[in-house]
């Protein structure tokens, strides 16, 4: 009888583990597998060295690479352009010191699916739940930047969404005449800024966070996968000067994403 490769399995349990929980610690993948540690780390390095496993760059969790299509979950399509943007995010931190985050439409509110605010010299606010915060669409940055360049079909259904939300934070979803004021705005400008009114913090729980942004669409052909921004206590610099210092790199970034996805296969 023919001999199995144990480090063949040893590999295979990994991706079977990391199929079952998509995003997961070493804890989580030695808690699956009881493979030892210093084992699963050469194992976990052995399968992102080969691109079937890519770590995120928020808190350095394991996920599969968007290139394993068939191992039974059906993948979110957002799945792939944070895989795509979390190495481009940690260069343009690298260039810039300023942290950025990747938003992603989700329903009646952008969602954090990536950000480099842990590689930031910078001290800025940074929770482990980080990703997946909801944010706010009309008054954020990134909900702007979104929505000035997304298709009109889709920017109407958010904002017919919107309109229907009991949530105070929703108040110009009521006033179309300002929404496209704004958006037009935007779009002459080339990036998403946030409205004076909003504080930062979650969708539904505005927290004061004392931050400043700039935000610019993962535009393709018309469809946009999403935002990504450059963030900064506002108490530090002026937009003016970031704009100056950052957008340049920071639409360069967006492009490289972009140029990313389309080189990858469709999921």
């Known amino acids: 009888m023919t001999k199995t490769i144990r480090s063949i399995e040893r590999g295979l349990d990994v991706l079977k583990a990391l199929n079952a929980t998509p995003i997961s610690s070493l804890q989580d993948v030695y808690r699956?597998?009881?493979?030892?540690?210093?084992?699963?780390?050469?194992?976990?390095?052995?399968l992102e060295q080969s691109g079937m496993v890519s770590r995120r760059l928020a808190d350095g969790r394991y996920r599969l690479s968007t290139g394993l299509t068939r191992l039974g979950r059906k993948r979110d399509r957002y799945d792939r352009v944070a895989e795509a943007a979390a190495p481009v995010l940690d260069k343009l931190c690298q260039k810039v010191s300023w942290p950025s985050d990747l938003m992603v439409p989700a329903g009646d509110h952008m969602?954090?699916?990536?950000?480099?605010?842990?590689?930031?010299?910078?001290?800025?606010y940074y929770s482990k739940d980080r990703v997946g915060m909801p944010v706010n669409w009309l008054l954020?940055?990134?909900?702007?930047?979104?929505?000035?360049?997304?298709?009109?079909?889709?920017?109407?259904?958010?904002?017919?969404?919107?309109?229907?939300?009991?949530?105070?934070?929703?108040?110009?979803?009521?006033?179309?005449?300002?929404?496209?004021?704004?958006?037009?705005?935007?779009?002459?400008?080339g990036y998403g800024l946030r409205d004076q009114a909003f504080v930062g913090g979650p969708y539904g729980a505005q927290l004061p966070d004392g931050l400043a942004g700039i935000a610019v669409p993962l535009l393709d052909r018309g469809r946009v996968h999403g935002v990504i921004n450059v963030i900064w206590p506002k108490s530090?610099?002026?937009?003016?000067?970031?704009?100056?210092?950052?957008?340049?790199?920071?639409?360069?970034?967006?492009?490289?994403?972009?140029?990313?996805?389309?080189?990858a296969p469709e999921i």
């Open 32 to 46: 699956l597998t009881r493979i030892p540690k210093p084992t699963l780390l050469r194992i976990l390095h052995t």
């Open 111 to 124: 969602e954090n699916r990536e950000t480099s605010r842990t590689q930031s010299p910078f001290m800025i």
């Open 140 to 189: 954020s940055a990134v909900g702007r930047a979104y929505l000035a360049y997304c298709p009109e079909a889709e920017r109407q259904k958010v904002i017919n969404l919107l309109r229907k939300s009991d949530k105070p934070e929703n108040w110009l979803a009521r006033d179309q005449k300002r929404i496209d004021e704004i958006l037009s705005e935007t779009r002459k400008r």
């Open 236 to 263: 530090a610099r002026s937009v003016e000067d970031m704009v100056r210092d950052c957008l340049g790199d920071l639409k360069a970034a967006a492009t490289e994403i972009v140029d990313t996805l389309r080189s």
